[in-house]
Structure formats: structure tokens, C-alpha cells
């Protein structure tokens, strides 16, 4: 096992397989943001459910545990509650261990612009987002960034649901 981890380390590769791609990355994070912002304008479909389509699959079990399985929410999509035509930016892509960090900077109808960093895991043969890290506090940790999954933890935690590992 050591000697596969080594193997992909060396040679560019994550423990999923893939070499990392900051471009296939980018690219990823423009379809998803197309995509949900392109639902405000038109119109969200019945039945569709971005945190199952682009979360991956342990964010998605946090985000489940505290909101449960009809909860729909936008807000962390578009940084606020100003729902009228945002923009977005996708910005540098960092690989961090066998993760991508791309950073996205939301602007509402009134300009105001709220960067948001996202971890990208590459599973089931794509890059899924893993977190989303938001509002800078200088009590978070050393980034200053809140994990939005922290608090999904937290908050499943204390209504006494099971969290991802």
C-alpha cells in the first residue's frame, strides 16, 4: 500500500488515480457554477439537487445529517440571499495532498464581492467539491476561513445524526 501511495505521489497521481489538472479542475468548478447560476435565472427543475450533483460523497452525508434529505438551500451557492443575477470568478487552483483548493469570488447584483475557497476531491471520476470555505474569522483556524462542513458536523452532531469519518 505504502509503496502505490509513493507510486502516486511521485508521478503526479492522487490516492483516486487521477494526475492532477489544474485546468480540469477550473473547468469543473465553471460547469458547476454555470449550472446553479444558471437555474436562478431560468428557473431551479423540480428534483434537482446540486449538493447530490456536485458535492462529493462525504460532504454530502455531513450536509444531510444536519439539514436532512428534502432541505434545500442556495445561500452557501451564492455567498448571501441576494438571489438576482451574481456573478462569478474562478480564480488560482492549488493542489493540497490529494485535494484541489480553487478559489471562487462571488459578486451579488449590488457588486459587493465574498471570495469563497473550495476543496475539490476527484471521485466516482470527477473533481466533487468537499468543502467550502467561507467569511473570514479571525477565531477559525489558521486560514481564517470557516468550513462550512465543520458546522454541517456540528450541527449534526448536536441533533444526534451520524457524520462522515
Not at 66 to 92: C, I, L, S
Request: charged content about 25%; aromatic content about 12%.
Amino acid at each position: 500500500m505504502f509503496v502505490l501511495l509513493a507510486a502516486l505521489m511521485c508521478c503526479g497521481g492522487n490516492a483516486f488515480g487521477a494526475t492532477f489538472d489544474a485546468n480540469a479542475v477550473k473547468t469543473r468548478v465553471q460547469k458547476i457554477y454555470k449550472e446553479v447560476f444558471a437555474s436562478l435565472s431560468t428557473g431551479i427543475e423540480e428534483g434537482v439537487d446540486f449538493e447530490k450533483k456536485f458535492m462529493s460523497e462525504a460532504y454530502n452525508k455531513d450536509f444531510r445529517a444536519a439539514r436532512g434529505d428534502d432541505y434545500f438551500e442556495m445561500e452557501h451557492w451564492v455567498q448571501g440571499n441576494d438571489y438576482e443575477g451574481p456573478t462569478f470568478r474562478v480564480g488560482k487552483v492549488t493542489q493540497v495532498g490529494d485535494k484541489a483548493r480553487v478559489r471562487v469570488v462571488i459578486t451579488n447584483s449590488f457588486g459587493t464581492s465574498t471570495p469563497v475557497d473550495l476543496l475539490m476531491v476527484f471521485e466516482r471520476g470527477n473533481w466533487f467539491i468537499d468543502d467550502m470555505l467561507t467569511g473570514f474569522d479571525e477565531n477559525a483556524a489558521e486560514s481564517g476561513y470557516v468550513s462550512e462542513r465543520e458546522q454541517l458536523r456540528e450541527q449534526a452532531a448536536e441533533q444526534g445524526a451520524v457524520v462522515s469519518e
